[in-house]
């Protein structure tokens, strides 16, 4: 498995399965992405500040599980928490259409939906990273991630120009259906992978969940490179999550967009995400494994201020390409960084290591969601959009202020505690 050329890993038959069910999970996701807010937003006619509470909901998992779900993780097999999640994400979605089509739907039915999902994702999120290194071996990390943000860059295409259409054609709610189908057929392949892990081992003793998770904590904010991608991580998402949260309100309102065209805007930015997945081993041997992690966000990130910029007409395809950017630039960021934080880690803390991560660090995307929609209703969409870019651009520092500014190449195979 060590041929980094296409197609390389997908030789691999188990391999082949989890790219293609990462592939059908993040379509749906991605569909949800767009098709969830727009129920609220067209269907239901959402606020701006019922829209950053629907955001922060989607989110806000993180901060609920986000710790112990390390903990839980580490001592279950990975592959059947991911079949799990799947499982139950694809009942919960398809609440959505039943419910409209009873005349029950609500924006607390949303926020209900919105919360569910996201508790369980970060369940599949965190058995998902967890689970590469032992399907594919420490020595694929890069060429394996690089593989699976590749496949999502598609779906992130492919997510929003199939839904926008969608919406327009059977309505949101509707739409929803083909993310119910998309999670649901991810479990399958899931089901599919052959390799079979062993049971994690306690070593005889009871697990005891407190202990379990400041292991963990204490593993990543004790070292330099992981606490500084974890900070990192939570101020550009952070930002993100406001910046997010009134762009569908300004491509609406402000541009005057329909359900088609917003789908195509975000279109633009799966194609930025694709392209930096095509690039990201390429650059990341160029300028080095450690440098890319903070000049992706420095170069990509200011060009998010042409959206705020943009009027109705020729404008809004130079702020599409400003979103492809930020999108190529996060994830030639997202696969460095990854790669890095999976190779620190002893097999034993993936769980807990990839938990206290996400918990800091997506942990800012329900306070950003909410903070947007406090900002969109007090200082509108536009001044939203400018804080949330100056936000993601900021979130380079932590990283290059870390031993990340000069790493060039990852720590070696069999020495996962090495960057000190």
């Given amino acids: 498995m060590k041929n980094s050329s296409w197609p390389g890993l997908l030789r691999d038959p188990d391999f082949g399965r989890l790219f293609a069910a990462t592939a059908l999970g993040q379509l749906g996701d991605r569909v949800i992405f767009l098709a969830l807010p727009l129920v609220a937003l067209v269907a239901l006619d959402a606020d701006e500040f019922q829209m950053g509470l629907l955001t922060a909901m989607t989110t806000v998992g993180s901060l609920l599980v986000g710790l112990p779900a390390g903990a839980w ?36 039915w949303l926020y209900a939906v919105a919360l569910a999902h996201g508790v369980l994702t970060v369940f599949f999120d965190v058995a998902h990273i967890s689970y590469l290194p032992h399907l594919v071996g420490r020595g694929n990390l890069v060429e394996g991630n690089s593989k699976l943000s590749a496949i999502r860059s598609v779906t992130s295409i492919g997510g929003p120009a199939t839904a926008g259409p969608l919406v327009g054609w059977i309505g949101a709610p509707a739409t929803l259906l083909v993310s119910s189908v998309g999670m649901a057929a991810s479990g399958l392949l899931a089901f599919r992978i052959r390799k079979r892990e062993q049971k994690p ?6 697990p005891r969940l407190r202990q379990d998770v400041g292991e963990g904590m204490r593993f990543v904010l004790g070292h330099p490179v992981l606490r500084a991608t974890m900070t990192g991580d939570a101020v550009f998402n952070l930002s993100l999550a406001m910046y997010q949260t009134m762009l569908l309100v300004f491509l609406k309102k402000e541009l005057g967009l329909g359900s088609f065209g917003i789908g195509l805007v975000l279109s633009g930015m799966g194609c930025g995400a694709l392209l930096g997945a095509l690039l990201a081993t390429r650059l990341s041997k160029l300028v080095g494994q450690g440098p890319v992690v903070w000049l992706a966000p420095l170069v990509t990130c200011p060009l998010t201020a042409l959206m705020p910029l943009a009027r109705p ?9 400003g979103l492809a950017a930020l999108s190529l630039g996060g994830v030639v960021r997202v696969v460095a960084q990854s790669s890095f934080q999976q190779a620190l880690t002893p097999d ?48 380079f520092l932590p990283n290059f202020l870390s031993p990340l500014r000069s790493l060039r190449t990852l720590p070696g195979e069999n020495s996962p505690e090495t960057v000190r």
């Fill in 348 to 395: 034993r803390l993936l769980g807990r290591m990839s938990a206290t991560v996400r918990f800091v660090s997506w942990g800012g995307l329900p306070l950003g969601g909410l903070l947007g929609g406090f900002s969109g209703s007090a200082l509108g969409a536009t001044a939203t959009l400018w804080i949330g870019a100056g936000g993601m651009t900021l979130s």
């Fill in 73 to 108: 993780v580490d001592r279950m097999r990975k592959r059947s928490v991911m079949i799990g999640t799947d499982a139950a994400r694809s009942l919960i979605l398809l609440t959505v259409p039943v419910a409209w089509w009873a005349g029950l739907l609500t924006i607390p």
């Fill in 313 to 321: 007409g020729w404008s809004v395809y130079a702020a599409a390409v």
């Fill in 201 to 206: 081992e306690t070593g005889g003793q009871r």
